[in-house]
Structures are given as C-alpha cells and as structure tokens.
C-alpha cells in the first residue's frame, strides 16, 4: 500500500530504469553505437485502501498518457494457524490484496485499460499450512480475474509459486518452511524463469495460470503429502511390506506390535516418531533427531508440528490432538504415549481367543501417578542427599565438615572476577556514596564457572542465565548423585523443587539488552525460573517453586519441601537456598546504614560484635518419607521431625526481630514435630551480629 521511504526507492528505480533502457545497436560496418532512451518514473505515496487517496492517484494521470495497464502487486502476511487466526489478522491481510484490488477495478472503469494483472499465490489454489488469511485473499483475486472476464474485461491471475529470489515477505522463510513448500510438489522459481513464464503467460488469453516449477521427482515418489489437486499428476502410492522397520499404516503398526515384547514396541514406536519428525523437517535419516531433546530445539514450529501430528495420526490410527508434541515435548516422551495409547486402545478392543480362554491385554499406571499413602501428617522426613558450595573452597558435605571441624576461616578479599571497580569501592567513611567500608566477605570465587553443553543449553543461553541458575543445576545434579540417585531416571517423576533465592542484580548493571541475549535474558534472570529450570532440564513433574524471605528462604524452602512431602504433593523434594552478589549493591547499602563488620567477619552474640558480614553459598537437600526412604533403601543422614513459619506483624519496624514471634514460631516447630523442650540436645542459631538482630 505504501513504501516508507518513497524518495529513495523512485532514486533507485529510475536508476536501474536508466541503465537498462540502454540499448547497443549495430551498424553492420563493424562498429557499434549507443542509443539511449531515457524512460521516466513517478513515484507516488499512497494506500490504495483509501478510496480517496486511490481517486486522487488516478486524476493525477496526465489526459495525453492515458493509465493502460494495471499491475497489482501488493501483499501483507500475518500468518497463523486456523484456530488462532484473529480476525485482526484476516483483516490485515484481506485489505492489502483483496480490499486494493477490488478498489483499483472499481475506480478503473472508465480508463481505457488493456492489461489488468493481478499477482495472486498458488497457496490460494493449493492451500498452504498457516496461511488461511493469505489463501482467501488470493482466491479472491482469482475470482476478480474470472469477474472481469465475463464482464469483457482485460483481466490476468498470475497464481506464483515461490521465488528464490528474497523478497520482504519471503525473507523470514526458514529451513523447515522451504522444506514444507517442496513437500507439496513445489520447487523454487529463479528470477529469469519467472519473467520468461509471466511473458509467456501474458501473450496467452488464460484468465488464470499458475507459474511455477513442478518438482517431478516429487511427484514420482509421494510421501503422502501432495496436496489433493496434484496428487493425479503423481503414480499411486505403493507400501513396502509390512515388516518394514519403519510401518505406514495403522494396520501395518498394529501387526508389528502385537509380535514384539514392550521394550521392542517402545524402540518401534521411537523409530516412527524420529522417522516421521525428520521426514518433517526434510532430514535424510531420522539419526540426526535426539531423542531426548525438545522437538522447538529439533526446529519444530506450529505448522510442523500439526504436520507431524497428521503423519502419526494416519500411521497410528490414533485420534491425536495438535497440541501433541507440546503435551509431549521429546521424541522418547511421545513415543511413550503412543505406546499407552495404543495398549491401552487395544485393551479396550482386542480380545485374544483361543480353546475355552480368553485373554486381554491391560496397561500400567503411569509412572507420574502419586502412589496412595498410608503414612500420618507427621511422618519424619528423611535427608538422603546433599550438594553444596561454600566459600573456603567447599564442594561437598565432607568439605564442609572438614571446614568447620578444623576451624577454617573462609572469609576472604572481595573478588577479582566480576568486573568490580576494586579500586573505588573501598572507602573507609562509611558515608562516602557507592562504597563500602570491608574489604571482605565470604565469596564463591569460582561462580561464573558452568558447563553448558552437559546440561543441554547453549553458549548464548548460558551468558544470559543468572550464575545462581546454573549453580543451582550443578548442586541438584550432584546431589541426587549423593544420594545414589541416577538424575536422568527421575524423568516424569513427581518430584518438586524447592529454591529459597533472594539476589536478582545478574543483569541490573546493563543499560541495554545485547542482541546475542535478546529472548534469554527474561527467563534467565527471574527468580522463579530458578526452580522451573532445574525441574525442566531433568524432568522433574512435581511442584517448582521459588521463594524469597530474605535470609529464612532456604529455611522455608525446606519447611515447604515437607509439607509437600507429608501432603503427598511429591514422592522426592530437593530443598534449599542459593545466595550469589553479582553486584556489591547490598555491601554498599549496609555501609550506608553502618550494618558492616570492617573486617567481614559476624560476631553472633558476642560482645565483640561491630555488624553483620555477607558471604555466599548454595546448598540443597534431597529429601523422601521415612518410610519411603526406608523402602528404596536410601542412606538417612538425618530426620526432620517438625518446621513452622510465622511472621512478626505489626511489631517495632519493617526489619526488626521481635521476642514474642521467635517464640511462637519454636513453639510451633516443637509441637509439630512431638518433642518437649527437654529433648532437645542442640540449637543452632541465626545470629547478625548487630544489637538489633542478636537480642
């Protein structure tokens, strides 16, 4: 409808005008002159959707160079597939082809026009997956042609196939949309090949062609994908026998199940969705597929997928519904609900006979079923499992014994790998803006260190994922690892995830999104992925939940992880809390409210106490029933017998502690788990080391 920089495209037209109205003539003595006939361009601003300015364009033509020929070319996509095609959509699409046709027909009458072309699509004609706004807007070009022409009016359809050549509506145009294309019996057109076949077209009175090139080869070995109108032109599809590996048909899928045990029906019904989704994405050998990876990291779209669904629908037999490979997003994931679909069909309606018996067949309960319990609401909950990382060069329950056993100071300098200002963050006048008075805390000075391929993500993803995202992969691989748990076995288990986090300053130094990180960067950084990512990456289908109270999260973490447990939420938890300073932001901030011990270190309860010090670390916990520990035969480092939360209300400020709450929050926790004071052999307490926090 209009160009947005129409002075630059009339400079370039004219230009190209210019050069190829440049004609080299003979003159038969062996020599050769040029003539040039010079050609001239308007270019004119206009939506022809507005039958005003459309009017005014048409009185504009200068009387003694009458408008002869019209050639409309004018197209928008918005595509979707039909069920979420808006009508905001259709209606963008309708008014820059079939809304601009109509009006230049209607406001051309009465010019003396000889040639009427209408460049329509052959999607219109053929159809074409997500494109049911850009099909009726073509047909209705076609029918405009037909219109004219009964009405002894010039008029020519031109149906296009696709151009190799990029246009700004094509430029978008994957891999898999190229493939897609191709599989309908449609190859390309080159430029030249296009003007050869629109001249061709125009000295021919056909109101309607469609210009474009026929993959024969296509046509002589259909896939079942042609769409109806060229299936004629291709031979009749001929099947394999049914013992092939790879079967085509339900009846064919069927026989081959039937005679193979269970684990032999889940390889055949891996080897039919990899043959099928590579054949989708236009792979020579379904091999090239992972079979544990997401199909959207396969290169499945919306349209892909709905192609992949109706293969599996005509092989299977099966009614599937379009949103399946979102339901099911890997391939070893869908194959196995095929396989409880086609079990459990034939269940229902296979009954295998023979002298006075009869036998039919039955399936499992799925495996992310919650078993029924048995089990009382105070149950212990066992510790089967740890992973941590502390300052002192800790990276395991041992490590960490050792430290404390052998009295190490973990507190150190303030650390040379983040890209802090060292020099000037230090200041000794606590007043002083954008500083800090210590020049020490307790630090992980190995946080930026991860290894992405391992867990399936990729470098840019990696850059874009908050340092406490992939610790937190890390520490729950290893330890469930600790527990004597295979990760990659908890796949579609009801096991939840529970993360105190607090700290989301990763990316609040940026002032911009770097390209490379544009798309990641949201999900990489929010606190409440932080659960979610380690429940997708290992296929975790119980609660994921991220909590932030500051400096009780990874104790409430826990205190939920139980409740899930005891509530039968989940069958395994891994619970815990996660603390990285990606910026000295909280360092400077309690400088600011002189909060800090100048030498970093927290003098809980002691009279030498001078302020809190800050220091990291990550630490989760796997945790199971008693019994149910019991019964897998985990080792149990500990029993958690009762937790309880509460919050202070209205006492004296935001921030400070009140007496009475501790209180009530011990006494709770006491009777949750049955036990008086009495039988309590140790505490363990959160001291800060202020004269606020400690009393």
């Not at 790879?246 to 990899?274: G, N």
């Not at 050998?285 to 544990?292: D, F, I, M």
């Not at 349209?303 to 037999?317: F, P, Q, S, V």
């Not at 290992?538 to 939920?560: E, N, R």
């Amino acid at each position: 409808p209009h160009h947005p920089n129409a002075t630059q495209l009339h400079q370039t037209l004219t230009q190209t005008i210019n050069t190829n109205t440049n004609a080299k003539t003979g003159t038969g003595t062996g020599t050769e002159d040029t003539v040039t006939s010079q050609g001239s361009v308007t270019i004119t601003a206009c939506d022809l959707s507005d039958e005003q300015q459309l009017t005014q364009l048409l009185d504009s033509i200068p009387q003694d160079r009458p408008l002869t020929a019209v050639f409309h070319t004018a197209a928008v996509l918005d595509d979707a597939t039909l069920t979420t095609l808006t009508p905001t959509q259709l209606h963008t699409v309708l008014t820059a082809k079939a809304r601009t046709a109509w009006l230049l027909h209607h406001h051309t009458q009465h010019h003396p026009i000889t040639t009427f072309v209408l460049y329509s699509s052959i999607a219109g004609t053929l159809g074409s997956p997500g494109q049911a706004n850009y099909a009726a807007a073509n047909t209705f070009l076609d029918a405009l042609a037909h219109h004219r022409h009964a009405n002894g009016q010039p008029a020519t359809s031109l149906a296009w196939g696709l151009w190799t050549q990029t246009s700004t509506m094509t430029s978008n145009l994957t891999t898999t949309d190229h493939h897609r294309i191709t599989q309908t019996g449609i190859t390309p057109l080159s430029t030249t090949d296009a003007h050869s076949l629109l001249d061709a077209t125009l000295a021919t009175p056909e109101t309607l062609a469609i210009p474009a090139h026929l993959n024969l080869t296509h046509l002589r070995a259909p896939d079942g994908t042609l769409p109806p109108i060229l299936r004629s032109l291709a031979p009749a599809h001929r099947t394999t026998q049914s013992t092939a590996a790879t079967p085509t048909t339900s009846s064919e899928l069927q026989r081959q199940l039937a005679a193979q045990s269970e684990s032999e029906q889940h390889q055949t019904l891996l080897a039919l969705v990899q043959s099928h989704a590579g054949a989708t994405l236009g792979h020579t050998s379904p091999t090239h597929l992972n079979a544990n990876h997401p199909f959207q990291q396969l290169g499945f779209d919306s349209l892909t997928a709905i192609e992949l669904r109706n293969r599996l629908t005509t092989t299977t037999g099966l009614r599937l519904p379009a949103t399946l490979i979102f339901d099911h997003p890997t391939p070893t994931a869908l194959a196995q609900h095929l396989h409880q679909q086609l079990t459990t069909t034939s269940s229902k309606t296979t009954t295998t006979t023979g002298t006075n018996s009869s036998r039919s067949t039955t399936t499992n309960t799925p495996h992310t079923t919650l078993p029924a319990t048995s089990t009382t609401s105070n149950e212990p909950i066992a510790i089967i499992g740890i992973g941590c990382r502390f300052p002192g060069g800790v990276t395991s329950p041992d490590d960490l014994w050792n430290l404390v056993h052998n009295g190490i100071d973990a507190i150190g300098d303030l650390p040379h790998d983040r890209g802090w200002n060292l020099d000037t963050l230090y200041h000794p006048d606590p007043d002083h803006p954008g500083t800090t008075y210590t020049r020490h805390g307790g630090f992980l000075h190995n946080a930026g260190h991860f290894d992405p391929t391992f867990f399936g993500i990729s470098p840019r993803e990696a850059l874009a994922m908050d340092p406490q995202q992939r610790l937190l992969l890390e520490i729950a691989w290893e330890t469930l690892e600790h527990a004597g748990i295979d990760p990659t076995t908890l796949h579609g288990t009801p096991t939840g995830v529970f993360t105190g986090i607090m700290h989301d300053d990763y990316a609040t130094r940026l002032t911009r999104v770097p390209k490379d990180l544009e798309g990641y960067l949201g999900t990489g950084t929010n606190i409440s992925v932080a659960s979610g990512r380690i429940a997708y990456t290992l296929g975790l289908q119980g609660p994921a939940v991220s909590i932030d109270t500051a400096c009780s999260s990874s104790l409430v973490a826990v205190h939920q992880a139980v409740q899930a447990l005891r509530n039968n939420e989940c069958t395994m938890a891994l619970a815990g809390g996660i603390t990285i300073m990606a910026t000295p932001g909280v360092l400077t901030e309690f400088s600011r409210q002189r909060g800090l011990a100048p030498d970093g270190r927290c003098k809980s309860f002691a009279a030498a106490a001078n302020g809190t010090a800050f220091s990291e670390g990550a630490g989760l916990i796997a945790l199971e029933r008693l019994s149910t520990a019991q019964q897998n035969g985990h080792h149990i480092h500990a029993l958690i017998r009762g937790s309880a939360v509460n919050q202070d209300g209205a006492s004296n400020g935001l921030t400070a502690p009140n007496g009475p709450s501790q209180q009530r929050v011990i006494h709770a926790a006491l009777t949750n788990a049955g036990l008086p004071p009495d039988h309590i052999d140790a505490i363990e307490a959160h001291g800060t080391g202020t004269t606020l926090g400690d009393p």
